[in-house]
């Protein structure tokens, strides 16, 4: 009898959307599992993050025990905001090639079914780049790269030369006239001095009759035409390094407009799975073998574009094509695997749920600052039609269901309303925590990274989606602050001063509490968290500039970005959504949980290092 787990990943499915379709008959095959087993809403992570949440689904382990605390993470000696989910380490020599690091630890759930001999099948876990050895196959989710080494940063071209280029993005000017040339820009070319972007040069022409843009993208026949308002598919581009080393890379066009002036949009250059820069999956082969199954995929790790709806450069239309480019290519990978899968564990995640609702959010929630009452008819239920199709979805996998197959279907953490910002680095400011120097006043003109903070006056900081670190002697470059009372008393500052915290304007508090990191997570990574961690109230998140080590132009002020749905609040109002074809034996389950749940059904001992029990056992 060969025992197979199932599991489906649908990331950020809020329970209280998901109960109410429910209750409306909307969601047949989540119904179906429910009947068949049970449904519980699943305790997140602090803080209820993606990269965190589904490090600790793989684990067992809380955040201590893996590492992962934050999608940004600062250096002590620097001050600095950095990716926390990986590091490039430079080359040794001029003959070697720069290392890329996963910064996620422990030992995951498919390591120990490995030892035990049971083969895996991991599709898109989030902080899998680069990606494990194992028993089985890889492909590594969010954490990867662009081609430049960005989270996503894709190109605008445009004949508007009043355009100014908007947060991560690139902005080239074209020419007027019904042909034209202009490029694609790749990598950055260190090996060249002074460094600068490989590109490869491409050639437009506008169709005004066929409406429709025609780009050439190399020698005569590689073209690929592509109508107004419309994603091309994937162009593969070789990006030349040297004359004996080139790289190739992937992306996708959109047509916004061809007049009255010409506008359109590359994506971030993708790694080309058939030929990636630094391995996507585990064996190094087995991207390029997918894509001779399936066609050309998506390998960044956040592949649907936000960035791009968050800068104007696509209408909700267009970015809610490209969710379901991203999600049509993940069903593919998902048939494909799931028609040869027959023993061991099977994992699937699908990010889009989390993107749509993140742009989405608004059009729902007529008190939020970006509302929209001319549009909201046609979007207010666009998040009820994406989980209609992740549903529908779902038909494919319970078709591969039998009596010795474990189903689980999970989301990592709930959903809500952002509305207002709150800038955690002026309130330390305000209240003698943080200094500035020469007398300064924060303000959105100072620019990320703390150049203007003194260090010599400064107690605490905040960098990431919630946190702060007490400046430390001798952790800090700058520390002041020794451990004992005076930290103590910091500590007790800004719990006492941020625990409901009110926002006058908005008439409630913003802030709920404040926790210890000691009181969060125990392992021997307790030391890389932030020392304390903000719990927001829903509708209220930390502002875009303290995550990155900047100062908002306010304490409190409206949320105006399309990006307008979160889940950086309180862990305990977004819990996720748990679904399983046997009934859990155990009420109350979270995300550490779902590890042990994996290995006890299928017959492997629980290391003693994963906290959570199985929900199978008693």
Request: net charge neutral.
């Amino acid at each position: 009898m060969r025992k197979k787990v199932i599991v489906i990943g649908l990331d950020g499915l809020e329970p209280s959307i998901v109960e109410s379709m429910l209750g409306r008959a909307e969601l047949p095959n989540l119904a179906k599992i429910r009947a068949s087993g049970s449904y519980a809403r699943l305790k997140t992570t602090y803080p209820a993050q993606t990269p965190v949440a589904w490090s600790s689904f793989a684990t067992g382990t809380n955040p201590g025990g893996h590492g992962i605390f934050d999608f940004i993470s600062r250096d002590p000696e620097t001050y600095l905001p950095d990716v926390a989910l990986s590091r490039f380490e430079k080359p040794k020599n001029i003959f070697s090639q720069p290392q890329v690091v996963n910064r996620r630890s422990g030992v995951p759930v498919w390591q120990v079914l490995t030892q035990a001999c049971v083969p895996s099948i991991v599709l898109r876990c989030p902080c899998t780049f680069p990606p494990d050895s194992l028993n089985g196959k890889i492909l590594a989710g969010v954490g990867v790269p662009d081609l430049r080494g960005s989270q996503s940063k894709g190109t605008f071209y445009t004949q508007s030369k009043t355009t100014t280029a908007q947060e991560n993005e690139q902005v080239i000017f074209i020419d007027s006239g019904p042909e034209l040339t202009t490029r694609v820009i790749g990598p950055r070319n260190t090996k060249q001095s002074p460094p600068n972007d490989a590109f490869c040069e491409i050639r437009v022409r506008v169709d005004k009759s066929g409406r429709k843009l025609v780009i050439h993208t190399g020698g005569a026949h590689e073209k690929v035409e592509v109508p107004e308002r419309s994603w091309s598919e994937w162009v593969r581009f070789k990006f030349k390094l040297s004359v004996l080393q080139s790289v190739s890379g992937i992306a996708r066009f959109y047509v916004r407009q061809l007049e009255p002036h010409l506008e359109f949009y590359a994506s971030a250059v993708n790694f080309d799975p058939a030929a990636p820069m630094f391995a996507v999956s585990s064996p190094g082969s087995y991207a390029k073998e997918i894509s001779e199954q399936i066609g050309l995929f998506s390998t960044l790790g956040m592949a649907e574009d936000h960035n791009a709806l968050n800068n104007g450069r696509l209408d909700e239309s267009a970015y809610l094509q490209h969710c379901e480019l991203v999600l049509a290519e993940r069903e593919r990978l998902m048939r494909f695997e799931l028609d040869r899968f027959n023993e061991g564990f099977f994992f699937m995640l699908y990010d889009t749920p989390d993107r749509v609702q993140h742009m989405m959010w608004r059009f729902r929630d007529r008190e939020h600052p970006g509302f929209e009452p001319d549009l909201s008819p046609e979007l207010s239920t666009r998040i009820e039609e994406h989980y209609r199709r992740c549903d529908a979805m779902l038909s494919a996998v319970l078709d591969k269901v039998d009596e010795n197959t474990l189903l689980v279907v999970l989301s990592d953490h709930g959903f809500g309303t952002f509305r207002r910002a709150f800038d955690t680095n002026a309130w330390l400011w305000q209240n003698g925590l943080l200094a500035l120097k020469n007398g300064r006043k924060p303000d959105g003109s100072l620019s990320e990274g703390f150049p203007q903070v003194d260090w010599s006056k400064t107690y605490a900081y905040a960098v990431g989606l919630g946190g702060i670190y007490l400046n430390f002697k001798g952790r800090e470059h700058g520390g002041i602050l020794e451990e004992g009372a005076e930290a103590e008393r910091v500590r007790n500052a800004i719990q006492s001063g941020l625990a409901d915290f009110p926002d006058t304007n908005a008439q409630r508090p913003a802030i709920r509490s404040v926790s210890r990191r000691e009181d969060l997570y125990s392992g021997k990574f307790v030391e890389n968290s932030p020392d304390l961690l903000v719990n927001f109230y829903p509708g209220f998140r930390v502002s875009w500039r303290t995550a990155v080590g900047g100062f908002a132009n306010s304490l409190l002020e409206n949320n105006k970005r399309r990006w307008s749905g979160d889940h950086i609040v309180d862990p305990e109002s977004v819990p996720g959504i748990l679904f399983m074809n046997r009934v859990a034996r155990r009420n109350h389950a979270q995300m550490v949980d779902l590890a042990p749940t994996i290995l006890n059904y299928l017959g492997v001992t629980v290391p003693q290092f994963m906290e959570g029990k199985s929900l199978l056992s008693s």
